[in-house]
T-cell receptor
Framework: GAGVSQTPSNKVTEKGKYVELRCDPI?????LYWYRQSLGQGPEFLIY????????DSGLPNDRFFAVRPEGSVSTLKIQRTERGDSAVYLC???????????FGSGTRLTVV | GESVGLHLPTLSVQEGDNSIINCAYS??????FIWYKQESGKGPQFIID?????DKRQGQRVTVLLNKTVKHLSLQIAATQPGDSAVYFC?????????????FGKGTLLTVNP
């Protein structure tokens, strides 16, 4: 596609539930990033994929968060036992080879009630 | 200025004026810097970048200045237009080049009055 696509655009879930957020990067981009943006703050790094492997997952806040990219294209961010503090916009970005100036999607707004 | 809690620094300008948005970074090892524009409900949009071996870079209507001595970045927007209204973030790459994750600042809200 022309840009990075994220689905759903909005997700409301109950505390304790499991959610999956999907990112479809720009075709051919080998590098994929997940960031989280809380209200009034800048995005915070979560995880970086180069191809299928997670090259850096140091930003994942705890073991309730997990991400996969099994075929080196689409990625899914998975959050178990959601908490109200997980409410934020989850942004995905991709770049051609992990180099500078990557392209962000519009994000998934997650609300945990 | 500095942000406090959830309150973003704000800048309000008249259409046609020049805007200057400032950003301080903390890590002297950072070697790459980007300015992003974020409109409501959208992801950050790349505006311009600069590497640490440069002190100035110009784009279309935008200029980024880098002062490594005081760890300061600025974004200058010429002839600001209403469509420039958005939150602007500076971001730095701190990981020494092997991993291109970025650390973002808190952002500045630019409002352009017609």
């Amino acid at each position: 596609g022309a840009g990075v696509s994220q689905t759903p655009s909005n997700k409301v879930t109950e505390k304790g539930k499991y959610v999956e957020l999907r990112c479809d990067p720009i075709s051919g981009h080998t590098a994929l990033y997940w960031y989280r943006q809380s209200l009034g703050q800048g995005p915070e790094f979560l995880i970086y994929f180069q191809g299928t492997g997670a090259a850096d997952d140091s930003g994942l806040p705890n073991d309730r968060f997990f991400a996969v990219r099994p075929e080196g294209s689409v990625s899914t961010l998975k959050i178990q036992r959601t908490e109200r503090g997980d409410s934020a916009v989850y942004l995905c970005a991709s770049s051609l080879d992990g180099r500078y100036g990557y392209t962000f999607g519009s994000g998934t707004r997650l609300t945990v009630v | 200025g500095e942000s406090v809690g959830l309150h973003l620094p704000t800048l309000s300008v008249q259409e046609g004026d020049n805007s200057i948005i400032n950003c301080a970074y903390s890590n002297s090892a950072s070697d790459y810097f980007i300015w992003y524009k974020q409109e409501s409900g959208k992801g950050p949009q790349f505006i311009i970048d600069i590497r640490s071996n440069m002190d100035k870079r110009q784009g279309q209507r935008v200029t980024v200045l880098l002062n490594k001595t005081v760890k300061h970045l600025s974004l200058q927007i010429a002839a600001t237009q209403p469509g420039d209204s958005a939150v602007y973030f500076c971001a730095e790459n701190r990981s020494g080049g092997s991993n291109y994750k970025l650390t973002f600042g808190k952002g500045t809200l630019l409002t352009v009055n017609p």
